[in-house]
């Protein structure tokens, strides 16, 4: 079974930058695809950026050219760089071990905090 354990969390001003980590236990995540979601408080969890093993990577619409996934295989690490924040991306944020379907998987961490003030 993974633990995933997410950190980087923090207040930031809006136009600001943040970089998440989860960092992932217990099993090797090299060969699976994994995601970043999010959920804001009165919201649904929505994905925010997914990434294949292979490294093929997409977005929301709401984050496309300012968020960027990677991943570090030898570090068992995913990590999402986020750059020009807005006050709408203020939620918990969750990384994810994706199923074959490249859809939610089982797995998730506990989330870390991002607000964004305006």
């Known amino acids: 079974q993974v633990q995933l354990v997410e950190s980087g969390g923090g207040l930031v001003q809006a136009g600001g930058s943040l970089r998440l980590s989860c960092v992932a236990s217990?099993?090797?995540?090299?060969?699976?695809?994994m995601g970043w979601y999010r959920q804001a408080p009165g919201k649904q969890r929505e994905l925010v950026a997914r990434?294949?093993?292979?490294?093929?990577?997409d977005y929301a619409d709401s984050v496309k050219g300012r968020f960027t996934i990677s991943r570090d295989n030898a570090k068992n690490t995913v990590y999402l760089q986020m750059n020009s924040l807005k006050p709408e991306d203020t939620a918990v944020y969750y990384c994810?071990?994706?199923?074959?379907?490249?859809?939610?998987?089982?797995?998730w961490g506990q989330g870390t905090q991002v607000t964004v003030s305006s």
């Open positions: 994810n071990v994706l199923d074959w379907r490249g859809s939610a998987g089982a797995y």
């Open positions: 217990g099993s090797r995540i090299s060969s699976n695809a």
């Open positions: 990434i294949t093993r292979g490294g093929i990577t």
